[in-house]
């Protein structure tokens, strides 16, 4: 029996897993790159030198947004392979594609790090955000469809929740987007409050309360 090397490849969802982590690994740790150490000339002052490091606050908070941002997608894509226990070389590649704009969150943070003023950079870091939230959801769909994914459990409620789950928070997203247009600092603000309630399910937590 002849078998085409499509129907043999990418079998191993560990793999998949595998490099997924390593990725994740290594744009994380890039983040903190950006946060450099100020050069000073001459001898400061405490005061002065606590006004150097204040100054690099604004890299801090863009660092804190990305990391989490990172973590978020991370978390993201680890409940997908909960479920998903079969795999093909297409799924391998839209992996690969949503790893790829992974790989670059260390640029648009390095960008939005330099021109956090500009409402230029801040779209930007938002595109970055949606592509990592398409290509997630291509991923998952394709899975689904290609009957990937566990079959025990309740399919249909798990997929809507997966799914219910990108398509709000990159509605919030885009929200926060837009809030560059009264001030750059308001959108990185409002993007972190909504990372932050999907990291610890705050608002999820108050509505079982």
Not at 69 to 91: C, H, M, P
Not at 99 to 125: E, M, Q, W
Request: some cysteine; glycine content about 6%.
């Amino acid at each position: 029996m002849k078998l085409s090397y499509n129907k043999i490849a990418g079998k191993n969802t560990q793999r998949i897993e595998a490099i997924s982590d390593g990725i994740f690994a290594v744009a994380m740790t890039l983040l903190v790159l950006e946060i450099k150490v100020p050069a000073a000339e001459g001898k400061l002052t405490e005061g002065e030198l606590a006004h150097v490091l204040l100054a690099q606050m604004p890299r801090f908070l863009v660092y804190f947004l990305s990391f989490m941002t990172a973590g978020i997608f991370w978390v993201g894509q680890s409940a997908q392979f909960a479920y998903i226990e079969k795999s093909d070389r297409n799924l391998n590649w839209l992996s690969l594609l949503f790893l790829l704009f992974v790989s670059l969150l260390p640029f648009s943070t390095a960008f939005l790090s330099d021109y956090t003023n500009y409402k230029f950079a801040i779209f930007v870091y938002w595109f970055n955000i949606l592509m990592l939230g398409v290509s997630l959801y291509i991923n998952w769909s394709y899975a689904v469809r290609q009957r990937f994914v566990e079959t025990e459990s309740d399919l249909e409620a798990i997929s809507g929740a997966i799914k219910r789950r990108i398509i709000v928070a990159q509605l919030l997203y885009f929200a926060g987007a837009l809030l560059c247009f009264i001030n750059t600092y308001l959108s990185i603000g409002f993007i972190i409050l909504v990372q932050l309630n999907y990291a610890f399910g705050i608002v999820a937590g108050r509505r079982k309360q």
